[in-house]
């Protein structure tokens, strides 16, 4: 992840595969089981994808298709106005 920036530059497409990784339990700061990860797996989905990582290997694919859903709208829709209420 540290260095993320210099895959992407590569222009060669980067596969990120976090999923349930050890240290996504030391960015939870406590132990863990796999599946409580997912979440900050799903976390380093979206910070992958913002980074411009072009695919994802994931366990929950349904938590993390819908976050990737959701960042690739907002980078699409970037400078528009959104009413979310």
């Known amino acids: 992840m540290a260095r993320l920036d210099e895959l992407v530059a590569t222009e060669y497409p980067v596969l990120l595969a976090t999923s349930r990784k050890r240290f996504t339990k ?3 700061g406590y132990d ?11 976390a380093t ?3 992958g994808i913002m980074k411009g990582v072009r695919a994802v290997r994931v366990h929950n694919v349904e938590l ?3 976050l990737a859903k959701g960042i690739d709208f907002l980078k699409e829709n970037e400078n528009a106005r959104h009413n979310f209420s």
């Open 64 to 66: 993390n298709a819908k």
């Open 26 to 28: 030391e960015m939870m």
């Open 45 to 47: 989905t979206a910070y």
């Open 32 to 42: 863990t089981t796999p599946v409580e990860r997912d979440e900050v797996t799903a």
